[in-house]
């Protein structure tokens, strides 16, 4: 899909968020005739002013929401079901049904590296982006992973590399997208209240690469379960990558990161830690080599990269204590992942919102945990399962008084792990304010 695709079209812009805001921003210099439609009331802000003053107009969708067969496309947030009744409509009218990113890419003519996946795509893309700075090369990133894209096409010239992180429920709506280098990091059943179905699901991951050709490379991860079925649907030339099995361009191979059989660093001195994080190294570092990023770019990344805020992120080392915040690790699958990533004596931080999960599965996870601190509604579940483990437990209010206790706790050779197990809900607005309250605590106990 062109720019002109748009110049002259009548379209409707479903969600005011900020994805819904860049769209209707994008599709203004792009020439369209703009319709946005929100759930809930406009707040005046700038760029309400600056697009009514352009002619766009804004429908509270409460009111008649006019979409008929008069328009060409509905943009709408990725968020929003397919099964909304204004989304419905539009298809029964056979009106494209697009994400913001279609809009953004249709403009863009640099090199475009996608990622998408179930787990580490944020973590990889990190990884990704850092590489090619360090390598000198021009690179934005945007997408899934905080930015819209058409917030930071406009900037962007043939020169530029454009890196994406994108969710399955932007891919849905971006029929046209063909990545230079596209990389799917692995996939578990996630989102089917979405989606309805693993298969469409895995359908929607695969519309990464639907339109690649014979030029353009598809990185897969060689341990996955549908890596037969896209190597064999795919146009693309497929670089796989693995942490169990040998024989790839890039590899874990007698404690070592190797590369194109060289050695480029031992793995210990790389300094995100986890399984599953080697894993997102090993695709990063993929990706990197088919960008052309030199070795020396990548073993400097790897030493030095502590982690995506809140993803088992790596703070500091304090008397030989090291702190860790995964404030992420909303469920127990990442708990589990945060708690077998350490081989160290653990004091365990943990608690959240309740929603009625058995926090027994974490059992056989908590090998190397010395101390168990808990806090929020899952409380008294947390010291149950510490004293099923035999492992001594405390309780306190928050995390910042969990923070202070850890510090009182911790001896030297320890890891200090935040890895609640539970959303933040029952006492804060998100997982990122819960661990920003650690971090901060920690701070100012430690007098960092």
């Not at 968020?17 to 921003?25: H, I, N, T």
């Not at 005046?44 to 969708?61: E, K, M, R, S």
């Not at 399984?275 to 070795?295: C, R, S, Y």
């Not at 923070?403 to 911790?410: D, I, P, S």
Request: charged letters at 15%.
């Amino acid at each position: 899909m062109k720019a002109q695709a748009f110049n002259n079209k009548k379209v409707m812009v479903f969600g005011w968020a900020r994805s819904g805001k860049a769209a209707a921003q994008r599709l203004v210099a792009l020439g369209a005739q703009v319709t946005v439609v929100n759930g809930g009331d406009f707040a005046p802000d700038d760029t309400f002013n600056q697009l009514q003053a352009a002619g766009v107009t804004f429908i509270n969708h409460d009111e008649a929401t006019p979409l008929d067969a008069s328009f060409d496309y509905l943009i709408k947030n990725p968020g929003i079901p397919y099964d909304t009744a204004l989304v419905q409509r539009a298809m029964a009218l056979d009106i494209p049904v697009l994400t913001e990113v279609a809009v953004a890419l249709s403009s863009f003519e640099g090199r475009l590296i996608a990622v998408t996946g179930s787990n580490g795509k944020t973590t990889t893309t990190s990884l990704i982006r850092d590489m090619l700075l360090a390598d000198g090369q021009r690179v934005t990133t945007a997408g899934n992973i905080g930015t819209p894209v058409s917030e930071v096409v406009p900037a962007l010239t043939a020169d530029d590399t454009l890196l994406l992180e994108l969710s399955s429920f932007q891919l849905m709506g971006v029929p046209d997208i063909q990545p230079d280098i596209a990389l799917i990091t692995n996939i578990f059943a996630n989102h089917l209240d979405y989606h309805g179905t693993r298969e469409q699901y895995v359908a929607a991951k695969f519309q990464l690469t639907q339109n690649q050709t014979a030029a353009q490379t598809l990185v897969l991860n060689a341990d996955g379960p549908d890596t037969a079925q896209f190597t064999a649907d795919t146009a693309a030339q497929v670089v796989p990558f693995s942490r169990t099995q040998s024989g790839h361009r890039v590899a874990a191979t007698a404690g070592n990161l190797v590369i194109d059989d060289q050695v480029v660093m031992p793995l210990t001195a790389i300094k995100l830690v986890g399984p599953h994080n080697l894993e997102n190294i090993l695709a990063a570092v993929t990706v990197a080599k088919l960008a052309g990023v030199e070795n020396e770019a990548i073993r400097q990344v790897l030493a030095s990269f502590g982690g995506v805020a809140h993803r088992l992120e790596y703070l500091f080392t304090d008397q030989a204590v090291m702190y860790y915040n995964d404030s992420k690790a909303t469920d127990i699958e990442a708990t589990q992942t945060a708690l077998d990533s350490f081989d160290q004596p653990t004091i365990w931080l943990a608690g959240g919102l309740d929603r009625g999960d058995d926090l027994t599965r974490l059992l056989p996870n908590m090998t190397h945990v010395k101390t168990v601190v808990a806090f929020g509604e899952t409380q008294q579940k947390v010291v149950a399962v510490a004293q099923a483990a035999g492992l001594p437990v405390q309780t306190v209010d928050d995390v910042a008084a969990a923070a202070r206790l850890a510090v009182t706790l911790a001896q030297a050779g320890d890891v200090v792990l935040l890895s609640p197990a539970a959303a933040s809900w029952d006492q804060y607005d998100n997982f990122e304010v819960r661990g920003e309250a650690f971090v901060s605590e920690l701070k100012k106990v430690l007098g960092r």
